[in-house]
């Protein structure tokens, strides 16, 4: 028998005074009734109720048992009252994982505002360049830039992510411009090293110049590292435009080469198939589509 039930039904007995009045309460027969009681005194090992044909009372052990009960009840329905709140009002704790350049400049300062909106959310913002499994690593929905690999994941489309080459005022006043992506070949050029062998500096699709682009001679995991390398007049980086905005825009970084740039990227939001969208991933969804779909 469900012991729970069978908790239920005692906890009712002796709030209603009679097996009866417990039986009319759960739609149960009254015979029914009294095989839950004998469950529960099975598995106690002791007498719960002492009856007569006139009342009942509770035993010693019925005493505490009772109160054990109400107790267990009232923490599931504490459990369930729970569940019901995360499944009809955005709360709870949101694990995200996005891109280091993405994520710092651009999802950051958005994610502050999605916080204000919901108080009652928290979230987890893991910023890093490689392919997280989402199930595995226990996240909620992540930020891919890249075509998507045949993953089984629900992927939202955001807007594309593009790249810009840039170098310092300084740098070019003392190693020129370079008009071509052939005149590269001729310059300091800062190496980013998640970008695949084949395709880091690859320009109008020239396989030609990847093949024959001499080898960074500083390379880095992080796009933050690579500008701030460009800012002080050491070479020409190619990151996402996003990383390099705001220094084009004030001067401190020169764009180049901008009708030989890579095709732009695509970009996703994604999460996996068999989650249900609870009511914090469903308005962060949402929340990203609206601001950078």
């Known amino acids: 028998m469900d012991s729970l039930l069978s908790m239920e039904v005692f906890v009712a007995v002796v709030d209603k005074g009679s097996l009866t009045a417990a039986a009319e309460a759960f739609a149960l027969s009254q015979p029914m009734v009294g095989k839950h009681i004998r469950h529960l005194e099975q598995r106690v090992g002791a007498r719960l109720l002492v009856r007569t044909t006139r009342r009942q009372s509770l035993t010693e052990i019925g005493q505490l048992y009772y109160a054990q009960c109400r107790q267990i009840l009232e923490q599931v329905r504490q459990a369930e009252a729970g569940t019901d709140a995360l499944r009809l009002a955005p709360r709870g704790k949101l694990r995200i994982n996005a891109p280091v350049s993405f994520g710092s400049v651009m999802l950051t300062p958005a994610l502050t505002e999605f916080l204000t909106l919901y108080p009652e959310v928290q979230a987890e913002l893991t910023l890093n360049d490689r392919v997280i499994d989402l199930v595995d690593e226990g996240y909620d929905v992540a930020v891919r830039v890249g075509t998507l690999a045949d993953s089984g994941l629900v992927a939202r489309v955001l807007r594309p992510y593009r790249m810009q ?76 435009s996003v990383l390099l905005a705001e220094d084009v825009a004030a001067g401190r970084l020169v764009p180049l080469l901008a009708e030989h740039l890579p095709a732009p990227m695509p970009m996703h939001l994604v999460y996996p198939r068999d989650r249900v969208p609870v009511p914090k991933l469903s308005r962060f969804i949402d929340f990203m589509l609206a601001r950078f779909g």
């Open 165 to 240: 080459i840039c170098a310092s005022p300084e740098y070019l006043a003392r190693r020129g411009t370079p008009k071509a992506p052939t005149e590269l070949l001729d310059h300091e050029c800062l190496g980013f090293a998640h970008w695949p062998k084949s395709g880091g500096w690859l320009l109008d699709r020239d396989d030609q110049l990847v093949k024959s682009l001499p080898a960074s001679r500083l390379l880095s995991n992080n796009g933050q590292a690579l500008r701030v390398a460009a800012l002080h007049g050491f070479g020409i980086v190619m990151q996402p």
